[in-house]
T-cell receptor, first 114, second 113 residues
Framework: SQKIEQNSEALNIQEGKTATLTCNYTNYSPAYLQWYRQDPGRGPVFLLLIRENEKEKRKERLKVTFDTTLKQSLFHITASQPADSATYLC?????????????FGKGTMLLVSP | DGGITQSPKYLFRKEGQNVTLSCEQNLNHDAMYWYRQDPGQGLRLIYYSQIVNDFQKGDIAEGYSVSREKKESFPLTVTSAQKNPTAFYLCASNPGLPNTEAFFGQGTRLTVV
């Protein structure tokens, strides 16, 4: 069956450290992968999109990698801050065409302590 | 400001009643989506529409209905046939082009009382 797996346990780190979140998928060949941030009781907010032919994408303190051989994406937040505390969701285009709807993982909660 | 608006933020429904959740966008997006989120769960797709007057079932469409009479609007009706409707409902839109991000509303929390 098709699956998108994110670490269900919360990730606790100290302010200033780098947070690394993992998204693994099976039985998909996505054309792209996206990362979203969700705060409690609110809708997800888009952060980054990476295409299948891109190895890495950066935006300010955020970095995403995409390894289609390993079927894995890593999401990094450098110099983390308490304001980065939220749930982070990965989402895939599940048909590989780029036109499909997004399928989301369950998300990983990140807690950054001062 | 452009955006996507869901209303109401909180909704209470008695068992056996239908209820309609509103979703409006002024982003001129062709595609709109409804997701359901349960505690500790990811988003699950209920229905989506890629063009006016057309929509498709998602993974969990049973007990729900939608319409897309206008580009800006994509209301979701939770019918009495939905056995466990208490959840957080999210509406999203995107231009409908490849490799584009989704814009989400702030969600409606539905509780059956």
């Amino acid at each position: 069956s098709q699956k998108i797996e994110q670490n269900s346990e919360a990730l606790n780190i100290q302010e200033g450290k780098t947070a690394t979140l993992t998204c693994n998928y099976t039985n998909y060949s996505p054309a792209y992968l996206q990362w979203y941030r969700q705060d409690p009781g609110r809708g997800p907010v888009f952060l980054l999109l990476i295409r299948e032919n891109e190895k890495e994408k950066r935006k300010e303190r955020l970095k995403v990698t995409f390894d289609t051989t390993l079927k894995q994406s890593l999401f990094h937040i450098t110099a983390s801050q308490p304001a980065d505390s939220a749930t982070y969701l990965c989402a895939l285009d599940t048909t590989g065409s780029g036109y499909s709807t997004l399928t989301f993982g369950k998300g990983t909660m990140l807690l950054v302590s001062p | 400001d452009g955006g996507i608006t869901q209303s109401p933020k909180y909704l209470f429904r008695k068992e056996g009643q239908n209820v309609t959740l509103s979703c409006e966008q002024n982003l001129n997006h062709d595609a709109m989506y409804w997701y359901r989120q349960d505690p500790g769960q990811g988003l699950r797709l209920i229905y989506y529409s890629q063009i006016v007057n057309d929509f498709q079932k998602g993974d969990i469409a049973e007990g729900y209905s939608v319409s897309r009479e206008k580009k800006e609007s994509f209301p979701l009706t939770v019918t009495s046939a939905q056995k466990n409707p208490t959840a957080f409902y999210l509406c999203a839109s995107n231009p409908g082009l490849p490799n584009t991000e989704a814009f989400f509303g702030q969600g409606t929390r539905l509780t059956v009382v």
